[in-house]
Every structure is written in structure tokens, then in C-alpha cells.
């Protein structure tokens, strides 16, 4: 017999910091459920609450309410009022593994303040879970979980042991019904309440046949009502319940990803809703990852300032991955508002970057320049140079001269201007700049006022000089003519070791001949016929139609690689869905390829195609093959002019592929054909079907591969692989199996309620009309063609490189030579890594010590070695806490890694 005792009631809220509305407008209901909650409290000894497993809602809180931090401390405390663990509820497929980690570093910092952090990983609404969600919880201490959607048909009971890709596993309670599966427990006359708690324990008991049963009250934005402590059932946290559940045994296994449909939408379209949201988050984590952290941990000049600044940014950013934000799912005012402040994250993160490449400037002379290597291992790669065309040879500390193929030359004439008044000339001048240049030298004779300028002027200036020549020019009319010193674009091949940096001398052409590669790859590229590019590595060629052919070393051909196809979209912000009869095209009405430059370091060809949609467009391929690269560059641009359409980019596979592996949160996800649980999805009652259609598109971060060809990617990405039956064929030959990268998919509304591929609404009938991404649109990827699979490829390693460029800083010191900075502390902070399949996820600095995260991205145990000038190396937790001591010989430490794992290593001198 069901009895109310066997109910445990958990009372929450589920709060969308912003969705349909913008934060600030949710905040105010915010802080009107807040009060009414911390009331009731204070009231009743018995009532507990649970704050959605996120600590934003509350510092969000108490910004507006700071008198009440007092009562949340002691609720907190008191353990009544359940807080964090997460900074915010993101999306898990949308940020990068690091930024998780970061997310619950700072929520459970921040909860510890207020008391202490709930201890359960309460994923209530996310859309799908990644692989490696169950390290991260383990890493933080987090050994149970809690989770609604993308649970598999193979779960029958309401928990399971969840695996993750190392290994890692959770204990998880699955929430059958979602996190709202009691909200309606106490609505309704009190006399029936009886009936209710039966209805309810009845509904629930399959899933649990013995044991307390688990009631969450409540719902979107909304508080429980107050007067439940009295009723008969339980009322207690989440991680009350679960202590008094106990360690359930003979749990079912769950490995790696969660995305099934079968129980509940997973809305997979937001992978491709309001993609320039999807490449601005990518950027930002990329400069505040990858560039302003390590560096400003190496090379700063002031930490202090750093630190702060890189606070700042990554609490935007977190608050930026929640999962109705940079999924793209919100009001249009909701978009507008993540976008401003993931570009903020980046302008700060690029702040940090500016302010050590001034202090690395600074320590070089005015002309040459100073390459810093982003990756813990050594490199040997292209940056781009604007060098005086008399000082266009670069040479590296040992006076060799490096590989440079020169790509443009700048205009000298910059402006010409007649002037009756010599002093509207001061007008222009900001202290040395003039258009975009800095002031050399200045000149008047036969009426003619000459000012030179450069790009990184040298020498003595004062403005005062300046106006006093124009005051003694006397009136006019003057022509003012303003020269820029003749400046070259080079690209030069250059070698820098890992974390680390080398100075380059520019010198005159004169005193040697500009060095080119003398290889058989530059050979290569020298003697490739017109409208093919070759580097001895790869070797690609233009179809009449504009599509690739690509020729691996190893013999692997890829042909009809680019194929853009265009199709409607009825569907909305959660769910592509085609139009009835939808018509694709994918052959475009003309073709144009130009060769934009040819040589031994970088070859260059444009790719124009126009095509007839529903509003003509032209599509402009940049394709791009560098020197020791084993993969080409495309960078497509165009001006989005349709509205609810989708756009996608087809390659076909060399050979035929049955899976797909996809590279995304610290994993490499292996993945079939066809979506997990497809057919279980479509009111399946057995299971609770979710009525959402499924489709087998996915999201890939770093890289995704099948069938012998792997793309790198730029930022989150969603992908299809395309069985041979729907592969593109050209006049009645049969298709090949085809790879499809969505590049855009405009949609007019939130959500839809009559949705093809959806049941039911997933949000409001809301228009957007800014999702449909109308004007100027450009994305970017590299395309690599391989035999074997990811590992034998090595794409974690080229994905790394394809990401992550050199940096290149042009010297700004007056010294003639680069100043010598190996001080103790800078020798104590070098720092290589190797190992098959070992990633380097970030490099900061904290607590006085060195922290790198390291991740083994490899299918197989491996091992990672970290060189560095250090004495003491130990193991620690995701949350910073050491764990155990490694052993460092000769400043040498090894480490054995698990396919998968993630490692925390802290280093110091």
C-alpha cells in the first residue's frame, strides 16, 4: 500500500536566467520567489528548498537583496536551503570541457561562502549530456547525479550507474517525468490530496519498486506553495533524499553520452540556431583559454591585474553557456544581451593579451618581431609580417635566415589632401598616429607638405616639432601628402619551442637573398599546375562545379568535397523540420576560381559560386594550403539573404563509414548512423516517448571524422553523416556515403506550436525574427583526407595547431637587441608536454603554483611527460585540492593516463 510516507517531497524551482525574456526582466520574479521562499522558511523549521543546482540564481539574489546574505548563510547551513554546485546550468555540447570545470569551480567557491555546496551534479534540463560529465563530477567529488533528459531505453528503473569516457562512474537518478513530476501534487482541495499522493506513487512506483519515492514540487519561475510541511509526506533537499535513499545495488550501466530521445526532447536544433552565437562563444574561450591565461601566467608583468581581469571575463562567459543562452533558444533581446557579453569575455581576455604582448614588445627592438607558441609542444608554422620593403629578410637569434614568400605589398601614397590651413593638419594627428600609421618624419618644399609615417615608427618624436614646422610653413594652399614607408606582407615559416617564444630580426633584403624552402614540397607547390594547390603533403584541385578533390600522401582521394546544398526550414530554434515537398538546391548557376597567390609556404585559390535561391547568393570559397600542413583551409563567405532555410556543406567520404567520431568536452565521441533510441522516441509508451522526430545530427567542437576524411573545426559544429542511399550523386550515378556540416539554419520563431518534428511546444510561440542571421556570415574549417582512424591520423594534435595560431608581436623597445628575460622566475616557468594523444586543456597560474590540465584524447592508455625547470609536481582534484604527489626526476615528470582521462597536475619550483 502506498502511503505518504513513502513520498519525500523536494521543494525547488527551476529558474531560466534568461529565455523568453532577458535577465534583468526574469530577475525581478527572481527576486520576488527568493523572498517569499526565505520567508516561509524563517517560519516554518520544516520546509526546505533547493535552488535549482545553480548558484547564480542566488548571487543574482542577493545583487538586489545584499540585507538577506545573513538568512541564506544560515539556511545554507543549516542545511535546509540546497545551493550550487554549478555556477549555472549549461549547456553541456555548446562550451568547452574546460569552461564545465571552471563552471563548477566558481559555483561551488561561491556556495562553499554561503555554507557549502549541494553534493549531487543536478543536471535537471539540459539537452543531453556529455561523455565526460561523470569525470568531472568525480574530479569535483561529486559521486552522485542527478539528470532528466537523454536518459536511453534501456534504463527501466530510476537510477543507474552512468560511465563515463575514461572509465569514471556516478551513481544517477534518473527524474521519470521530469523535474516537475510532482508540481501538481498540492494543487487542488486539500481533501483530495490522499487521492493524489496514491495517483502519484502509483505513477512512480514502477520505476522504484522499493524505497522512498522522490516528489519534485515544482516548476519553471515559479515557487511551491508554503503550507506542504504538514500534509503527511516528507519535505526535504535533493541531497536529503538522497542520503535517505541510500546507494541503490545492482544498478544498470549507461556508458558515455546521454542524447537519447526516448523519454524526453533533447531539441537538437539548437546546435545550429543562431550560429555567429556558437563562433563568438569558440573565440572567446580560445583568447581566455588558450592565449590570456598561459601567457599572462609566463610572461605578465602584472599578475595581479591579470587575475582580476580574467575573473571578469570567465563570469561572463560561464553565465554565457547556460542552457537557454548560447544555445540561441531565447527572445531575440536574450541573444542580443549573450552576445554583448561573450564579446565582452573576449575584448577582456584580449586586454590580458595586450597587456603581455606589450611587456614581450617592450623587451624586443623597434623592427623585429617576437612569436609566441600557444601549445606545450614545439612548433613550426607560418605567421603573417608587415616588414619595410628595404628590411623584408627575417632572421632568427642564431642570424639564419627563416623561409619568407612575400604576399602584398602596401600603397605608399596613403592620402593626398589641399589644405589653405596647415593647421587642419593637426586636426588628424592623435599625440604620433595619422592614419592608422605613426609619424616618421615630416618635410614642406615647392608647396608640397610631406609627412611619412609607418606602421612601427622608430626614432625620435615630438608633436610640439610638428606644429612648430606647420606654424612656420606659413598659409597655404598646401598640398599634404601623406607616404607611407614601403611595406611588405610576408609569410614567414618560423620554429618556436613549446610555451615559449622566438625573436625574429628583420634585415636588409640586400645582405642575403630571401630564403625559400628548397624541398620537394615546396617544389611541389612551385610546379602545380593552374587552379591546383600542392605542398607535397596534400594535393587539391577545382571541379567544374567548384567542389574539391583532394589527394592525400598516403593515397586517401576525396572528390566532390564542398557541395553546398540549400534547403527550407520550417522548424524553430529547438527543431529543424523540412517544409512538405522541400526542394534542394545544390548546383550553382556559375562558377569562378582565381588564383589569389601561388608559393613554397602558402597557395591561395577563390572559389566563387552563385547560386539561384529563393533569394540569389553568391558563395565565396577561400582555399587555402599551407607549407607542412597536412590539410587545407576553407573559409566560406556570403551574404544570407533567405529566411527559414538551412544551409549545409557536403563532402563524400573516401570509403564507406558506419560511424562517426566527434571530438567535443575532453572526449572523442564514437557515434552510429542513425540517433540513439530512434524508434523508441515516437510515443513509445513502454518508455514514455517524447514525440520529438529524432535526427541523426550531432555536435562535434575540435574535429569530426568518417569514412577517411576529418574536418577541424572552428567552434561547435553540427554534422551528419549521410548513408550512400541519400548521398549526393551527380546525373543517376549513385550517391557516396556523405559527411554535412550545417553552416546556417535560419528560423523565425522561438518555438512553434504546430513544430513537424516536435509534438509538443518547447517554449512560447515567440517570433525571432534576428534568428533568421540575415546579412554578412563567414565560417571557417580545414578538411583532411587520411587512411586509418582519428588516433593514427593524430586529429587531436592537427586540431591543436589548426586552432590555436602563433602569436606575432612586432618589438617596441629602443634597445638594439632583444633584452635577456631568463630570470629565476621566468626559467622556472618553462614547460613542454608530450605523449601520444595528450592535450593540453589549460595553463594558469594558481595559489603560487603552476597548474596545467592535461587531458589523453588517445583510445588507448598513454602516457604524458611534462619537461619543465621544476622541483615538486603533485596530482589535484578539478577543484584545485592536491591529491597525490608525483614523482619529478630531472625536472621530468611521467604520467601514466587512461584513454580519456583528465589530469590536474601542479608544478612549482
Known amino acids: 500500500m502506498n502511503t505518504p510516507q513513502e513520498i519525500v517531497v523536494v521543494p525547488h524551482t527551476h529558474w531560466d536566467r534568461e529565455w523568453y525574456l532577458p535577465f534583468q526582466r526574469f530577475r525581478m520574479g527572481l527576486v520576488r520567489m527568493l523572498d517569499e521562499v526565505l520567508d516561509i522558511m524563517a517560519a516554518d523549521p520544516l520546509y526546505r528548498f533547493t535552488v535549482d543546482g545553480q548558484l547564480a540564481a542566488v548571487e543574482d539574489y542577493l545583487e538586489i537583496r545584499p540585507e538577506r546574505r545573513d538568512d541564506v548563510r544560515r539556511f545554507v547551513e543549516e542545511g535546509r536551503l540546497a545551493v550550487g554546485p554549478w555556477m549555472i546550468l549549461a549547456d553541456e555540447f555548446l562550451c568547452s570541457g574546460e569552461t564545465l570545470i571552471r563552471n563548477l569551480e566558481y559555483g561551488m567557491r561561491g556556495a562553499a561562502a554561503l555554507g557549502g ?29 542527478c539528470l532528466w533528459r537523454g536518459v536511453p531505453a534501456s534504463v527501466r528503473r530510476d537510477a543507474f550507474a552512468w560511465t563515463g569516457a575514461d572509465g569514471s562512474t556516478v551513481v544517477t537518478r534518473y527524474l521519470p517525468g521530469g523535474y516537475g513530476n510532482a508540481v501538481a501534487l498540492f494543487s487542488g482541495p486539500g481533501e483530495g490530496l490522499p487521492d493524489r499522493l496514491s495517483a502519484f506513487a502509483a505513477s512512480m512506483r514502477p520505476w522504484r519498486p522499493d524505497g522512498p519515492l522522490l516528489a519534485m514540487y515544482g516548476a519553471d519561475h515559479s515557487a511551491p506553495a508554503a503550507e506542504i510541511t504538514g500534509h503527511g509526506p516528507r519535505v526535504a533537499t535533493l541531497e536529503e533524499f538522497l542520503d535517505l535513499a541510500g546507494a541503490p545495488s545492482d544498478l544498470p550501466e549507461v556508458r558515455g553520452e546521454l542524447r537519447s530521445h526516448a523519454r524526453a526532447n533533447i531539441l537538437p536544433g539548437v546546435v545550429s540556431a543562431r550560429v555567429p552565437i556558437k563562433q563568438a562563444m569558440a573565440r572567446a574561450e580560445r583568447v581566455l583559454i588558450r592565449y590570456a591565461e598561459p601567457l599572462s601566467t609566463l610572461w605578465s608583468a602584472d599578475r595581479t591585474a591579470s587575475a582580476r581581469l580574467l575573473d571578469l571575463a570567465w563570469r561572463r562567459l560561464i553565465a554565457c553557456s547556460g542552457h537557454d543562452s548560447v544555445t540561441g533558444c531565447g527572445a531575440d533581446e536574450t541573444a542580443q544581451q549573450v552576445a554583448a557579453r561573450i564579446a565582452e569575455a573576449e575584448q577582456i581576455g584580449q586586454a590580458v593579451v595586450d597587456l603581455v604582448s606589450a611587456t614581450l614588445a617592450a623587451e624586443a627592438p623597434r623592427g623585429a618581431l617576437v612569436v609566441v607558441n600557444p601549445s606545450p609542444f614545439e612548433r613550426t608554422a607560418l605567421v603573417l609580417a608587415d616588414l619595410p620593403e628595404h628590411r623584408s629578410r627575417l632572421t632568427d637569434a642564431a642570424g639564419d635566415a627563416v623561409p619568407v614568400q612575400r604576399l602584398e605589398h602596401a600603397p605608399t601614397l596613403l592620402d593626398e589632401t589641399v589644405m589653405d590651413d596647415l593647421s587642419q593638419l593637426l586636426g588628424r594627428v592623435h599625440e604620433r598616429e595619422l592614419f592608422g600609421h605613426e609619424i616618421v618624419s615630416w618635410e614642406a618644399a615647392d608647396g608640397v607638405f610631406t609627412i611619412t609615417v609607418s606602421r612601427h615608427a622608430s626614432g625620435d618624436y615630438a608633436y610640439e616639432d610638428l606644429r612648430r614646422a606647420i606654424v612656420e610653413a606659413g598659409p597655404g594652399p598646401w598640398t599634404v601628402q601623406t607616404l607611407a614607408e614601403p611595406v611588405v606582407t610576408v609569410a614567414a615559416q618560423i620554429t618556436v619551442p613549446p610555451l615559449g617564444r622566438s ?8 645582405w642575403g637573398s630571401v630564403p625559400l624552402t628548397r624541398t620537394p614540397e615546396a617544389a611541389a607547390a612551385l610546379a602545380a599546375p593552374e587552379g591546383t594547390l600542392d605542398n607535397g603533403l596534400l594535393r587539391v584541385t577545382v571541379a567544374d562545379d567548384g567542389t574539391l578533390s583532394l589527394y592525400g600522401r598516403d593515397g586517401t582521394e576525396a572528390h566532390g568535397v564542398g557541395r553546398i546544398a540549400h534547403g527550407g526550414d520550417v522548424g524553430d530554434t529547438y527543431n529543424y523540420a523540412p517544409p512538405p515537398g522541400d526542394r534542394v538546391i545544390d548546383r550553382p548557376a556559375y562558377v569562378k576560381v582565381e588564383e589569389i597567390c601561388r608559393g613554397p609556404l602558402v597557395s591561395v585559390l577563390e572559389v566563387s559560386r552563385s547560386y539561384e535561391w529563393p533569394a540569389g547568393t553568391v558563395v565565396t570559397t577561400r582555399v587555402e594550403l599551407r607549407a607542412g600542413e597536412p590539410f587545407v583551409r576553407c573559409a566560406i563567405d556570403l551574404d544570407i539573404h533567405c529566411r527559414d532555410h538551412r544551409l549545409r556543406w557536403h563532402a563524400p567520404l573516401p570509403r564507406p563509414a558506419a560511424e562517426s567520431f566527434a571530438e567535443g568536452q575532453f572526449a572523442v565521441v564514437r557515434r552510429g548512423l542513425t540517433p540513439v533510441d530512434g524508434a523508441a522516441s515516437r510515443a513509445d509508451d513502454t518508455v514514455g516517448g517524447s514525440g520529438e522526430r529524432p535526427i541523426p545530427t550531432f555536435p562535434a567542437e575540435g574535429f569530426v571524422a568518417a569514412g577517411g576524411l576529418a574536418v577541424l573545426l572552428d567552434h561547435v559544429t553540427e554534422y551528419e553523416v549521410l548513408p550512400a542511399e541519400q548521398g549526393g550523386g551527380t546525373d543517376g550515378a549513385p550517391g557516396r556515403a556523405e559527411l554535412a556540416l550545417t553552416l546556417m539554419r535560419s528560423v523565425g520563431y522561438l518555438s512553434r506550436n504546430r513544430n513537424p518534428y516536435r509534438d509538443e511546444p518547447a517554449g512560447p510561440e515567440l517570433p525571432t525574427p534576428a534568428a533568421q542571421c540575415q546579412g554578412p556570415f563567414s565560417m571557417r574549417f580545414a578538411v583532411l583526407p587520411h587512411a586509418g582512424g582519428w588516433a593514427d591520423a593524430d586529429l ?110 601542479h608544478l612549482s619550483a
Open 503 to 510: 625573436v625574429l630580426t628583420a634585415e636588409p633584403a640586400s
Open 796 to 905: 587531436p594534435r592537427l586540431a591543436e595547431e589548426y586552432r590555436h595560431d602563433l602569436l606575432a608581436v612586432p618589438g617596441a623597445g629602443n634597445s638594439p637587441k632583444p633584452i635577456a628575460t631568463a630570470t629565476p622566475e621566468r626559467r622556472n616557468r618553462e614547460i613542454a608536454v608530450s605523449g601520444e594523444g595528450v592535450v593540453m586543456a589549460a595553463l594558469r597560474e594558481r595559489n603560487g603554483l603552476l597548474e596545467i590540465r592535461l587531458v589523453a584524447e588517445h583510445p588507448t592508455a598513454t602516457e604524458a611527460v611534462i619537461r619543465g625547470d621544476f622541483t615538486t609536481a603533485r596530482l589535484a582534484d578539478a577543484l584545485g585540492s592536491p591529491t597525490a604527489p608525483l614523482a619529478v626526476s630531472e625536472g621530468v615528470v611521467r604520467l601514466p593516463l587512461r584513454p580519456f582521462e583528465i589530469a590536474t597536475v
Open 117 to 145: 555546496a549541494m553534493r549531487v551534479g543536478y543536471l535537471p534540463d539540459q539537452f543531453g549530456h556529455c561523455a565526460q560529465m561523470p569525470q568531472i563530477l568525480s574530479l569535483a567529488g561529486l559521486r552522485r547525479a
